[in-house]
Every structure is written in structure tokens, then in C-alpha cells.
């Protein structure tokens, strides 16, 4: 059952039962969207409808910040743990492996999605690559029927939210052979080893946004938005 936060949806199901899941809509030739969720996107989803829809109208609404785990124990809800988008990425690879459903990578700069292909295919040497493009392409048919054509089942794209969200929505049904899509933000640079994780330590205490804040003082804007995110959780019915 599906948990609502601000009237956004949050998933229950962890990485392994994502991938239970999408097995069988694989298997049923449902095609399948996983969309990161944290306090930022659920406070712009109260600004902007149309945000609030892309969410909810994913298949798979990943918790991904300890803000929503904060939500859900404020709210008795069963949401337990963090289903990052990084960390679903990487568990999406293995199972594309495992599987041999073919994987395409767009967005980031090409520096980036080159190198993050290259780290990849280190350590996942069965991992079929269909194909890959950088994120600052601008003729997006010639880009849909590119990846139409390389016969990708699997879809990350990163160009960041919303943006990315959108991508996926305005291009879903002209991709109809691919089976999976996930917005995956700024993980080609971590998987590029461009952007450093937080310290196992930190990512334990659930305190990978303060290591983020001491790396980029400037994501204080955004990170406001994780307490202003809970004030009005608590308020909420
Ligand atoms: N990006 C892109 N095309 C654009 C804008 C952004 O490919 O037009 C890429 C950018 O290079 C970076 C990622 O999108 O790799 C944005 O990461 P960010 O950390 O901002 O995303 P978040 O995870 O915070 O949504």
C-alpha cells in the first residue's frame, strides 16, 4: 500500500521488491517509471500541480531522503527505510545484468556519462550498454528515435528534476520497448566518480544531507525545505 505525504505518493517497497515487482510488469509488457521522492520535490509539488500529478502517476515513488522517513514516523506510517535513487540505480544495473535487458544512459555531460559507462562496465562486465547520450542534446526526436532503435529496455536518465520527469512523460509512449525508466539525477556523476557519496558514517545517521551542505553551502536554499517539509506534515490531518 502506497503511503501519502502532502497528498504525494511514497512507495513501501524496498529495492528487492521493486525488482520483484517489475519483473512481473516486465513480464506483462507494462512499462514502468520510478521517481525519486524527498521533502524538495513534495514541497514543489505543492507549488505546482503538474508536479504533484508526474509524481503520483509514476509506478514507483522511491523514498529517497531521510525527510520521508521523518514524515512517516511522525505520521505512524510504515515507511522504514531509504530507497535512494543512486542505490536503486546500481541495484537496476545488476539486475540488467543478471537479465541481459539492454541499458541506455542519458543525460550529464558527456566527461560524465562516458566515464560513468566505463566505471560500469568495470565492475559489471555482462552489462549490456544499448547506448548512450549526453545531456545537453537538444533534437530530442532524432535522441527518441536513437534510443528507439538501440533496442534499450532499460532507461536512466539524468538531467535533473523536473526536468527530467518530463522527459519521461512527454517520450513514454514513443519508447514503447523500453520497459523501464528512472530520473536519476546527479547519479551518473557519482557513478563517474565526478560527485563523492557521504561517508558510510553519515549515510548511516542519515545525515547525508549535512555532508552535502558541508561540500556545497549553496544546497542550503534547497535543504530549507526539509523543515518547512515537516512543520507542515505534522500540521497535516
Ligand atoms: N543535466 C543535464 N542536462 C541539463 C541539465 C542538467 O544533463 O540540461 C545534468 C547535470 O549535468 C547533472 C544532473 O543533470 O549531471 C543534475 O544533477 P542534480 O544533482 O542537480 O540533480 P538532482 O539529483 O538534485 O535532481
Known amino acids: 500500500m502506497k503511503e501519502s505525504y502532502l497528498g504525494v505518493d511514497v512507495s513501501p517497497l524496498s529495492y528487492t521488491g521493486i525488482i520483484e515487482d517489475l519483473r512481473k510488469r516486465i513480464a506483462g509488457g507494462q512499462q514502468s517509471t520510478i521517481i525519486a521522492v524527498n521533502p524538495e520535490k513534495v514541497m514543489a509539488a505543492q507549488r505546482d500541480p503538474q508536479v ?35 542505490d536503486m540505480m546500481a541495484t537496476l544495473l545488476k539486475f540488467a545484468e543478471e537479465d541481459g535487458h539492454p541499458v ?58 523536473p526536468k527530467q520527469e518530463l522527459w519521461i512523460r512527454r517520450n513514454l509512449q514513443k519508447l514503447p520497448n523500453v520497459q523501464v525508466f528512472q530520473g536519476v539525477g546527479g547519479s551518473f556523476d557519482v557513478f563517474s566518480g565526478t560527485v563523492k557519496r557521504a ?13 552535502r551542505l558541508g561540500s556545497s553551502p549553496s544546497r542550503i536554499k534547497r535543504q530549507m525545505n526539509l523543515p518547512v517539509f515537516l512543520m507542515k506534515v505534522m500540521r497535516s490531518r
Open 52 to 86: 504533484k500529478e508526474l509524481i503520483n502517476a509514476s509506478t514507483y515513488q522511491i523514498a529517497d531522503g531521510v525527510g520521508i522517513l521523518l514524515a512517516a514516523k511522525l505520521k505512524g506510517g510504515n515507511i522504514t527505510s531509504r530507497v535512494t535513487g543512486v
Open 199 to 211: 561517508p558510510a558514517a553519515f549515510r548511516k545517521l542519515g545525515l547525508e544531507w549535512l555532508y
Open 104 to 161: 541506455y544512459f542519458y543525460g550529464a555531460k558527456e566527461e560524465v556519462v562516458t566515464k560513468a559507462i566505463a566505471n560500469i562496465q568495470a565492475t559489471h562486465p555482462n552489462i549490456r550498454v544499448a547506448g548512450y547520450t549526453n545531456g545537453y542534446e537538444t533534437d530530442e526526436a532524432a535522441l527518441v528515435s536513437r534510443i528507439h532503435q538501440s533496442g534499450a529496455k532499460i532507461l536512466f536518465v539524468a538531467l535533473g528534476s
